[in-house]
């Protein structure tokens, strides 16, 4: 990644004009948390959501957006009455969302959940000088097309994840000859210390209470099967200039180690913070300064005891078939990706077990060599024709 904003970024000018596509997510609303921590400094341009048309509009008119669209077209009448007489623009459809991405601003949050982010995310490529992209899918389903788009539109692409913004921070880009190794850290999720025996068991709510994090139930799940950090390993594969065998994950259950990065000189650097998502958004938000946040500062002492232990891939097959996909390329991250989706989903929904997710993912990318194999989407058109096949396998195999 480059060291500067593109050009034409108008860093440091207050107000900065702000959209939030997935406002009334958990990284949506953090964001917004951490605007009106500073009032005055950014002033919204669009907010989206998927269909709750009643939070997206108290939303709109606590923060003064310009826009409102929901991507549910059935939410939209709830949305303009709500929002009548306010002078915010409603407006609904998948097309609308889109276009909201497009509206000129000087920093768009990307934080819808899914494969559903990824033509929004592209979209505001070119119309806003920083993409703080929090939408890990967009980077695992299409990520070399979706960075070669952004660098030829001069948006500078800004990790959220918060083990990727750790990286960010402490990856010297001058040096990166130097990077022996990239280091992603892991909670473990609720079940890391459930035998397997009981993996097979375990319920929807147990695997929603995530231990330390509090995120959009999509992202619980994947925590807890371990797939968020194999999407997070290719997703970091995607940003670094560096190879897969550079790439670990260390388990730390603590979750104040958020990434490392081990250069050749024998030097091991880390970012450190409390589990607070405001953090690397807020540093996102700041960028290429650093502000003052409410997040509560790390305290060490209390914490104590910061230990770090190998995944056990046996009892958690997400990772190593995430591993898999990343090392053949060539479209199977998107395959995996879409059909973690639709299992996850399966799975919220009550309708398949904890253990199928991985089953569910693995038979369906065992359909990638009877196809004759894929390739790697190189525009919007084939990763949405290679997500919708992979979509159907993994349906058909619920
Ligand atoms: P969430 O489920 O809490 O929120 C998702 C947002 O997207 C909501 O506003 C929802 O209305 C909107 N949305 C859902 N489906 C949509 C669709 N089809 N079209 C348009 N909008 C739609 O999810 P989240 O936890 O905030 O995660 C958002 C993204 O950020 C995910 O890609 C996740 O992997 C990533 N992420 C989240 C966290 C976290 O702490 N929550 C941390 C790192 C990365
Ligand atoms: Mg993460």
New binding site residues.
Partial sequence: MEASPSAGASVGQVPRRLSIL???????LNTLDLVAAEPGRFEIEAL?????ARELAELAVRFSARVAVV?DPGAYAELRDRLAGTGIEAAAG?AA?IAAATCPTDIVVS????F??LAPSLAALGATPILAL????TLVSAGPMFLAAAQRAGTRVLP???EHNAIFQVFEANNADIVSEVIITASGGPFLKTPKSELATVTRDMALRHPK?S?????TIDSATLMNKGLELIEAYRLYPISVDQLSVLVHPQSVVHGLVRYKDGSLLAELGVPD?RTPIGYCLAWPERRPTTVKPLDLSAVGTLTFEAPDRDRFPCLPLAEAAMRRGDGAPCVLNAANEVAVEAFLAGRIGFLDIARVVEVTLDKIDAEGGLVEPESLVAATDLDGWARKIASACL
């Fill in positions: 997935g406002a009334t997510g958990s990284i949506g989206t959501a998927g269909r709750n991507a998948p969302v934080a819808i959940v899914g559903a982010g929090a939408n890990k899918e959220v994840d918060s994090w995120m959009g139930p999509k992202i998502m």
